[in-house]
């Protein structure tokens, strides 16, 4: 069973263009959360979708970020007109009907 | 709300040597806990958890962790640590009420010294 894919793996982009992240999530799994860490920070809730249905996107900034999760194909997380304040890591994680979530490798977002 | 606070950001210990990484949280319901490795340049691997039953949660690479619910703690342990135990450890809530989201610490960083 692969575990969680993220990619890309590193994504550079300069102040003003589109960010775009992929998550699938693990076989058998319906609940994916995006996560971000900052320097020095843990990671911080973003947004937690189940297929085509955003259910708590409390921690997504309200302006330029947006999230899915489709029927078919993996999640995306869309950062548009990217600041350099933008830069971090940010996880998707998935899991089964019960709450353990599991990791990916992480996407690693530079702004120039 | 939930929070989580892991009181040392740096611990520095030399190989063999007994280890102990702190984590308190502080939440208005009850929760589960959790704590995750993060190797360097890589995600986050579940090391061990506490839902239910034994206070006292152990892993397959020798760490044990200990849920005190009147001192809301869960300390991370391990007797003797390797080179290899060097890494990032966060720990993180959540409450039990189905699927909802981590709430991480800052994390602590274990360096294992020869």
């Known amino acids: 069973n692969a575990g969680v894919m993220q990619n890309p793996r590193h994504l550079v982009r300069r102040r003003g263009q589109e960010a775009r992240l992929r998550c699938s999530p693990m076989?058998?799994?319906?609940?994916v959360y995006w996560y971000r860490q900052l320097p020095e920070e843990g990671l911080k809730f973003m947004v937690y979708?189940?297929?085509?249905?955003?259910?708590?996107e409390s921690g997504m900034p309200k302006e330029r970020f947006s999230a899915e999760f489709p029927k078919e194909g993996p999640s995306i997380l869309r950062i548009q007109q990217v600041v350099r304040g933008d830069s971090a890591a940010y996880f998707c994680?998935?899991?089964?009907?019960?709450?353990?979530?599991?990791f990916g490798p992480g996407t690693r977002l530079t702004v120039t | 709300a939930q929070s989580v606070t892991q009181l040392d950001s740096q611990v520095p210990v030399f190989e063999e040597a007994p280890v102990e990484l702190r984590c308190n949280y502080s939440?208005?319901?009850?929760?589960?806990l959790f704590w995750y490795v993060q190797y360097p340049n890589q995600g986050l691997q579940l090391l061990l958890k506490?839902?239910?039953?034994?206070?006292l949660v152990e892993s397959i690479n020798g760490f044990e962790a200990e849920f005190n619910k009147s001192q809301t703690s869960f300390h991370l342990r391990k007797p003797s640590v390797h080179i290899s135990d060097t890494a990032e450890y966060f720990c993180?809530?959540?409450?039990?009420?189905?699927?909802?989201?981590?709430?991480f610490g800052k994390g602590t960083r274990l360096s294992v010294i020869a």
């Open positions: 939440s208005s319901v009850s929760v589960y």
């Open positions: 979708l189940q297929k085509e249905n955003i259910i708590d």
């Open positions: 993180a809530v959540s409450d039990r009420q189905g699927n909802t989201p981590l709430v």
């Open positions: 076989k058998g799994h319906s609940h």
């Open positions: 994680a998935s899991s089964p009907d019960y709450n353990e979530q599991y």
């Open positions: 506490y839902l239910s039953g034994s206070t």
